[in-house]
Each structure stands twice: as structure tokens, then as C-alpha cells.
Nanobody, 127 residues
Framework: QLQLAESGGGLVQPGGSLRLSCAASGFTLDYYAIGWFRQAPGKEREGVSCITSIGESTNYAASVKGRFTISRDNANNTVYLEMNSLKPEDTGVYYC????????????????????WGKGTLVTVSS
């Protein structure tokens, strides 16, 4: 069974850091672009970041650029989202999602185009 599982969420103070992980089971991430999305209470799910299957290209939402870093370790079948200088508005459930990327060129991850989704991990930024 193909599954994605997020971990690493929690409660952090403004200005703090968290590292989220997205681990795949039942398939290899080698041929998948991975996107991170988040959903704040009462808001729509929005794209945060995306990385191509071979990790050569990345993309970030304007609201997180310079603070978040996406990376991947295909040997360990895991993608990461390093989040620094966290703000209260970063609060939400964070999801990872995968879409096929055999050419290593998909650095944009539209929500509707993702094939597999994890169940999410909650990030709360509050003092």
C-alpha cells in the first residue's frame, strides 16, 4: 500500500524552528516530485514548497521564502521541510504529497495534480 507519513510537528514559540519529515512506504520516492502544503483553521489548503524528483529544483510560496528549506534524501525515501523564524501565521496542519516526475522537471506542485497525500502533522506557533 502506497503511503506518505508526516512527522515533526509540534508547539513552538515565534522565532523558533521545526523540521518536518515526509516518509514514504510501499513505493520509492525516486520518481516523484514532493510538495508540502498547509491548512490553517478556517482556510483553504495552500502550497508551501515543492521539490523535483531529483532535487535539483525547488519552489517556495512567497510567505515562506527565505525561512523554509525543502530537501530530500532519496536513499532514505524521505523529504524534509526545515522551518525557521516561525511566525504565528505559519500555524496549521502540514501535509506532504507526491506526484510522478520521471523527468525531474516538476518544481511546481499544484494541489489538484498531486497523486498521493499524507494525513498531516500539526504545527502550532504560539507564545
Amino acid at each position: 500500500q502506497l503511503q506518505l507519513a508526516e512527522s515533526g510537528g509540534g508547539l513552538v514559540q515565534p522565532g523558533g524552528s521545526l523540521r518536518l519529515s515526509c516518509a514514504a512506504s510501499g513505493f520509492t520516492l525516486d520518481y516523484y516530485a514532493i510538495g508540502w502544503f498547509r491548512q490553517a483553521p478556517g482556510k483553504e489548503r495552500e502550497g508551501v514548497s515543492c521539490i523535483t524528483s531529483i532535487g535539483e529544483s525547488t519552489n517556495y510560496a512567497a510567505s515562506v521564502k527565505g525561512r523554509f528549506t525543502i530537501s530530500r534524501d532519496n536513499a532514505n525515501n524521505t523529504v524534509y521541510l526545515e522551518m525557521n523564524s516561525l511566525k504565528p501565521e505559519d500555524t496549521g496542519v502540514y501535509y506532504c504529497a507526491a506526484r510522478t516526475d520521471y523527468t525531474g522537471t516538476y518544481s511546481h506542485c499544484p494541489r489538484a495534480g498531486m497523486h498521493y497525500w499524507g494525513k498531516g502533522t500539526l504545527v502550532t506557533v504560539s507564545s
